[in-house]
């Protein structure tokens, strides 16, 4: 049993890397730049019914559609390989990095957004702000008394981890049950979950449970907040989301198209981008919309990019650059934002003009410290974790064989001093026979 162990562990540490979807990998990163773009417009906007770039929160869906497509895509075919604890590890080395460093860009940022949008700045307690990014670090919600922004939010140096809070426990989930159970069962919790989205998306509340959602009502908004509304809201988020995407890649369905990657980004860039269709008075239409772009239209993506055999170089180049780049971008944008609220506060009557120059200089910036993070941190760290966690056992291996080679040429060497031996006494017993019938003959004669 031991051996069997072994040789799982041995054989996951040679697991090389799937073809890639270049074309979902770029839309990772239409969304991202999308999610900056909403941010960016959320803070001159009078609350969501108003702003601009009106959908970008439906980035998070898709984010997690796409997770469940490419967990089944690269997992579900090599448990007969790994074990639970590799595919952590692998999990861990992939996202976890960058949630320490959008926790430590934070940690930078936090002072500069001081204002009364964030009241809890002026007054934080020492103890309190390296028990939040001790906290943030490790992925645990931050409890209330450590609220040190004001805004509620379980990581407060960083708002955006929230979801990879949820992306964690997806990612156990299925290492633990979904994994192991047969498309007709993920087909069915794919319908089910379904019905928690419409639930909150046109706000039956069948549970009682969405408490002061005010403007928020008919939309997906929410999920950043430990309290049982929010927390229903994060699961509503992503359990259809991850199950449409999960059963799209196990049932393997394709949509083939020419110019793929340029169709899915412009669908993805309307249903992102679209503004309330009706005013306040018919805000259900706002839920009925959002229902059919996560229920309907992202699947559709899905399948489409799953069906890209896109073969220009440069925009396989682009799709590349872009996925590499969104994560980095994602995780890492909010502290800018923080002191973009902070801006705002202070300079409420300043020209357009003013604020234009402040947003695009923070984008750029943005830009920047993602890129920098990617060459700089992220790639090197994640190169050193995989080749001392899962590079080592494979060395191991190799000094195991070669052990094995060295024992397996001593036990010959020692069976052929023995065969030796045993003939050097047969030799000898042979001339001794025949000293002895010498010696009987001499003396009879």
């Not at 249903?271 to 229920?295: F, H, M, Q």
């Amino acid at each position: 049993m031991k051996d069997e162990k072994k040789e799982k562990n041995n054989d996951n540490m040679n697991l090389k890397s799937k073809p890639r979807f270049e074309g979902l990998d770029g839309l990772r990163g239409v969304a991202a730049i999308t999610v900056v773009i909403f941010h960016i417009f959320e803070i001159f906007s009078e609350n969501p019914a108003h702003q601009i770039v009106n959908h970008g929160y439906l980035a998070v869906d898709f984010f997690y559609a796409l997770s469940g497509f490419v967990i089944s895509y690269a997992y579900d075919d090599r448990w007969n390989k790994m074990s639970l604890w590799d595919f952590y590890k692998r999990r861990l080395i992939r996202l976890h990095p960058l949630v320490i460093a959008g926790t430590f860009v934070g940690v930078c940022y936090y002072f500069l957004g001081e204002s009364d949008v964030s009241p809890n700045i002026e007054n934080v307690k020492p103890y309190a702000f390296f028990v939040t990014i001790l906290l943030n670090i490790l992925m645990i919600p931050t409890p209330k008394n450590f609220d040190i922004r004001g805004w509620g939010t379980t990581n407060a140096f960083d708002d955006t981890t929230w979801t990879l809070t949820y992306e964690y426990l997806i990612n156990i989930l299925y290492s633990l049950i979904i994994r192991r159970l047969n498309t007709i069962i993920i087909a069915i919790f794919t319908f089910l979950s379904a019905f928690l989205t419409i639930n909150l998306t046109l706000d039956f509340d069948i549970l009682n449970v969405f408490v002061n959602r005010d403007s928020r009502r008919y939309t997906v908004i929410g999920g950043w907040e430990i309290s049982i509304c929010e927390v229903n809201i994060a699961f509503a988020r992503l359990l259809y989301p991850f199950f449409s995407g999960y059963l799209i890649s196990r049932l393997k369905l394709k949509i083939q198209l020419p110019f793929s990657f340029i169709i899915c980004s412009i669908i993805l860039s309307i249903a992102l981008c679209c503004p309330r269709l009706t005013d306040e008075s018919k805000w259900y239409t706002n839920g009925i919309y959002e229902t059919i772009v996560i229920i309907i239209i992202f699947p559709i993506i899905l399948m489409i990019g799953a069906g890209d055999k896109e073969q220009n170089e440069q925009i396989i180049k682009i799709c590349k650059f872009l996925g590499d780049f969104s994560y980095p971008l994602y995780i890492t944008h909010i502290p800018l934002i923080y002191c973009l609220y902070a801006w705002r506060f202070f300079h409420k009557d300043d020209q357009k003009f003013n604020a234009i120059s402040v947003c695009v200089g923070c984008f750029i910036i943005m830009i920047f410290n993602a890129y920098a993070l990617i060459k700089l941190y992220d790639e090197p760290v994640r190169k050193w974790l995989s080749e001392k966690y899962l590079v080592k056992k494979k060395k191991e291996k190799e000094n195991d064989n070669i052990k094995e080679d060295f024992s397996k040429n001593d036990v010959k060497e020692k069976f052929k001093i023995i065969d030796e031996s045993a003939n050097d006494i047969e030799d000898d017993s042979k001339s001794n026979k025949l000293l002895s019938e010498n010696n009987n003959n001499n003396n009879e004669s």
